[in-house]
């Protein structure tokens, strides 16, 4: 009697952390079929699909953004499986837990002859004896390894458990699948049993500020939830005669959420970046490329992206300083100048107002002319440097402060000949004029060629 009324107990106390736990946490699918998205990752036909169904899951980690269905892939394993599932997270996780776990592993796949699943979430938090841990128990599967991470596996996973386990990808969730995903919880029990009504442009505000995070999407949704329930209990009790009537019938027909009342719940959507992972240089990637580009919008964009992020404004006003040279170049020698200018401002000025700074310099490099000859100049003469072979310095371009220099060849001094110029050899024997510098046909550097072959062509004659 005393175990059927523990095992009584146990459910209403986990009846009743059900219904106080959050809407994300109970609108957890289920089932593949109630995943919404990922048809690639574990859709019909993947391999996850068909080793979930199947009870055949080898280990696996599960890499993609927050809120697309890494936990909810575990938990529906949890519920399909015939293994033992066991849950550890990376946040306060200790090898000794681990090994805990995996001894128990051991013995259940002995006495019983029942695998363990182990769900590690956010495992490129394990520093590496931790995921080294993990490694004999993976190879010779006395667990199953169900590792969920937000950060490139390849980066931040040890090799050896990523050469033991399958990555699979999961993308951001469409604006459909977020809104499907609202629509679910709206209507199911487990959810806001069909009490709301959502106007339409709440729902686009929604998704909108989610970013394809269906966690935040029903965050979001859940708070909003709270506020026009407050709004009604107000509107009831302030209400009387037909008003009041009017009120009631708006209750039967559910409690309105309006676009007002998402933004109230959410005033602010933070787009996932993280400053040291794969976001913070897929952003700066796309920040450089743009103003390579000459797209001052998608610049503004991208750099919006990253001063909203918590980008240090020096890592960006070295990103420009850079991009100066490297994409400008003579083609207007004064990006440099400005770069330097914006750089000067970060360091003087500082945020918030530095981002007007910053967003000057970036306008003035996406729509100057483009010219890549100084970099790629600089590396074509290194790469003969270290590759060529070893050329002498002409004798007459040698230093004269040395015994024995009056035997070097004739100097000729470029200021004493008309046009401060003269035609005389500088490469070293082997190499040619045109060898490393291409100029462009942008801007100053185009003028300047043009100029110089104009005044070399007229003393030539």
């Keep these: 009697m005393k175990r059927f009324m523990d095992t009584l107990f146990t459910e209403m106390d986990n009846a009743a952390k059900f219904a106080a736990a959050p809407l994300a946490v109970r609108m957890r699918p289920r089932t593949l079929d109630e995943l919404a998205g990922q048809q690639d ?3 019909p036909g993947s391999w996850l699909f068909a080793a ?15 809120g697309t269905g890494k ?11 015939r293994a033992a599932f066991v849950e550890v997270s990376a946040i306060g996780g200790t090898v000794a837990d681990l090994r805990r776990e995996i001894s128990a592993a051991e013995k259940r796949l002995i006495v019983n002859g029942m695998r363990t699943i182990l769900f ?18 993976v190879e010779d599967r006395t667990v199953i390894l169900v590792g969920a991470t937000t ?4 980066f931040e996973v040890n090799s050896a458990l990523i050469s033991r386990s399958r990555v699979i990808e999961l993308q951001a969730l469409s604006d459909q699948d977020i809104v499907s995903i609202l629509q679910r919880a709206l209507v199911d029990e487990r959810g806001l049993k069909g009490e709301f009504v959502v106007e339409d442009d709440a729902i ?24 026009a329930c407050e709004n009604a209990s107000h509107a009831s009790d302030g209400a009387g005669g037909a008003e009041g009537e009017d009120a009631e019938a708006r209750v039967e027909k559910g409690i309105v959420i309006t676009a007002d009342m998402v933004e109230l719940a959410t005033p602010h959507r933070s787009l996932p970046y993280d400053k040291n992972k794969d976001m913070h240089y897929d952003v700066i990637s796309a920040f450089i490329k743009s103003m390579r580009g000459s797209d001052p919008d998608a610049a503004l964009y991208w750099l919006a992206r990253m001063i909203d992020g918590g980008e240090d404004p020096k890592f960006i006003a070295r990103r420009i300083f850079i991009l100066a040279s490297e994409d400008i170049g003579n083609a207007d020698p004064q990006a440099l100048l400005i770069a330097e200018a914006a ?11 530095c981002r007007i700074n910053l967003a000057q310099a970036v306008i003035y490099m996406a729509l100057a002319p483009k010219s890549n000859a100084a970099e790629a100049g600089i590396d074509a003469a290194l790469a003969e440097v270290r590759r060529g072979p070893r050329r002498d310095v002409p004798s007459y371009l040698r230093d004269r402060h040395r015994p024995g220099s009056e035997h070097y060849g004739q100097y000729l001094y470029p200021h004493d000949y008309p046009g401060h110029w003269v ?8 190499l040619e004029r045109g060898c490393f510098y291409h100029p462009s046909e942008n801007g100053w550097e185009c003028y300047r060629v043009e100029a110089v072959r104009r005044d070399r062509a007229q003393r030539n004659q």
């Design 151 to 154: 950060e490139n596996p390849y």
């Design 71 to 81: 936990t909810s892939i575990a938990h529906i394993v949890a519920e399909g499986t």
């Design 41 to 43: 990752a574990v859709g």
């Design 204 to 227: 686009d505000a929604i998704v909108n500020l989610s970013g394809g995070d269906a966690r935040s999407a029903l965050t979001t949704l859940e708070l909003s939830a709270g506020l």
């Design 343 to 353: 750089f000067r401002a970060v360091e003087v000025i500082g945020l918030p107002e």
């Design 120 to 137: 590690v979430d956010e495992i490129h938090r394990f520093n590496r004896s931790q995921q080294d841990a993990l490694l004999h128990a």
């Design 423 to 430: 035609d005389q050899r500088y490469l070293p024997d082997g």
């Design 52 to 66: 979930i169904k199947s009870d055949s899951l080898s280990s696996v980690i599960l890499f993609g953004p927050a």
